[in-house]
């Protein structure tokens, strides 16, 4: 094995996070979309979130962070990710199809003024695009996380976050950077200068 490939993956890594850095626009999207997981959690709502493979794993590693903690000691903030419960993703798989495994949870559980967060590297997941388009129905705040060549999701999605990349690996770790990000933001918001801190 050469080290040339570890340099190689390290690099192109960091140059996918350094093009999110240098752009203005996505910083203020990014922002927004922290102040907007705030707004619902100060109305007493809650994140929901989904996603396929990876993107499932990412999705229950945000929700977690939120209902456990991120960076300090505070009260859980309620999140669902709507990958973790077999009954119910193969009850819906079975009986309406695995394009609607999403959007039946987000029918049964999202309330108006909720956040649903729809993850799909590709942009082009059945599920996670009929979940968007399902939250947009209900009053659902429709935030899409994916890669730059995403069309579909942009379409679906009140904001719609676009990792510069068409790599999978790369776009994977920026997500999760993402969801760390947000985060750390709406913790900060909701807990500063609480005595958990």
Same mark, same amino acid.
């Given at each position: 094995?050469? *080290?040339?490939? +570890?340099?190689?993956?390290?690099?192109? /890594? +960091?140059?996918?996070?350094?093009?999110? #850095?240098?752009?203005?626009? &996505? #910083?203020? &999207? +990014?922002?927004?979309? !922290?102040? !907007?997981?705030?707004?619902?959690?100060?109305?007493? *709502?809650?994140? &929901?979130? !989904?996603?396929?493979?990876?993107?499932? $794993?990412?999705?229950?590693?945000?929700? $977690?962070?939120?209902? /456990?903690?991120?960076?300090?000691?505070?009260?859980?903030?309620?999140? +669902?990710?709507?990958?973790?419960?077999?009954?119910?993703?193969?009850?819906?798989?079975?009986?309406?199809?695995?394009?609607?495994?999403?959007?039946?949870? #987000?029918? $049964?559980?999202?309330?108006?003024?909720?956040?649903?967060?729809?993850?799909?590297?590709?942009?082009?997941?059945? *599920?996670v695009l009929a979940a968007l388009q399902?939250?947009?129905?209900?009053?659902? #705040?429709?935030?899409?996380?994916?890669?730059?060549? /995403?069309?579909?999701?942009?379409?679906?999605?009140?904001?719609?976050?676009?990792?510069?990349?068409?790599?999978?690996?790369?776009?994977?770790?920026?997500?999760?950077?993402?969801?760390?990000?947000?985060?750390?933001?709406?913790?900060?918001?909701?807990?500063?200068?609480?005595? *958990?801190?």
């Amino acid at each position: 094995m050469s *080290n040339d490939t +570890i340099r190689r993956e390290i690099s192109d /890594s +960091i140059s996918v996070k350094q093009k999110i #850095l240098e752009d203005v626009a &996505l #910083l203020q &999207l +990014i922002d927004e979309v !922290a102040g !907007a997981c705030v707004a619902a959690y100060q109305r007493g *709502n809650r994140v &929901l979130l !989904a996603g396929n493979g990876g993107s499932a $794993a990412d999705a229950q590693h945000i929700a $977690a962070e939120f209902v /456990s903690r991120y960076a300090f000691d505070r009260p859980g903030l309620p999140a +669902i990710a709507f990958t973790t419960d077999t009954s119910i993703l193969t009850a819906i798989g079975n009986d309406y199809g695995y394009d609607q495994i999403f959007r039946r949870q #987000l029918e $049964a559980n999202g309330r108006e003024g909720d956040v649903f967060i729809g993850i799909s590297t590709s942009g082009t997941s059945p *599920n996670v695009l009929a979940a968007l388009q399902c939250a947009r129905e209900l009053g659902i #705040l429709a935030v899409g996380l994916t890669g730059e060549c /995403s069309t579909k999701m942009q379409s679906r999605s009140d904001h719609c976050i676009k990792v510069p990349s068409v790599s999978t690996p790369r776009i994977q770790e920026s997500h999760i950077l993402l969801g760390h990000i947000i985060c750390g933001m709406v913790e900060d918001a909701i807990f500063s200068g609480t005595e *958990n801190r």
